[in-house]
């Protein structure tokens, strides 16, 4: 009887002659970590079940860029971990509410719709008036919707810096708006 490969062993033997068969392998020995991993940070079978499939074909996809510094099972999980830490960070920046048929919806009046496109375009004169590092980050806050943590890396900055340049700008902004229609 054959002795069983680690997963090292497996990767080095089997990516390249026969992939599926060390796909296979690794797939079944892990399969039920990483959804119980999945399953634990999301509390949702199926979100679990699609998140695992995905985990292991990007595993696999990047199988070449294991360089056996860990084992592959934290190498694996690591995958995993920020995988599922991704989906949930994007789940809820893009959180959506269902429209349910029962409920009606307005139109908004043209009075309001003449309001907010009034809004607006103070919004974007105030915008243009602040110094381009202030309007930067609040477009990285508001439009690319980038948490403080990816603005400060972005900027190569300290997150407390940017908590303040973003109140700071937003303050500027909220008082040009206020000022302008107190002007008009």
Known sequence: MKPALNDEEVIRQYRN???NECFELLYNRYVRKVYNRC???TKNSEQAQDYT???FLRMFAHLDRFQERSSFSTWLYSISYNYCIDQIKRSNRLATTGLDQETE???AQSADGESAENNLQQLAKAM???APQEALILRMKYQEGLDVLQIAKKLNLKESAVKMRLKRSRDKVRTLCEASLWAS
């Open 17 to 19: 002659t026969n992939p």
């Open 39 to 41: 399953y634990s940070m």
């Open 53 to 55: 499939h995905d985990i």
């Open 105 to 107: 919806y307005a139109v």
């Open 128 to 130: 243009e008036s602040i």
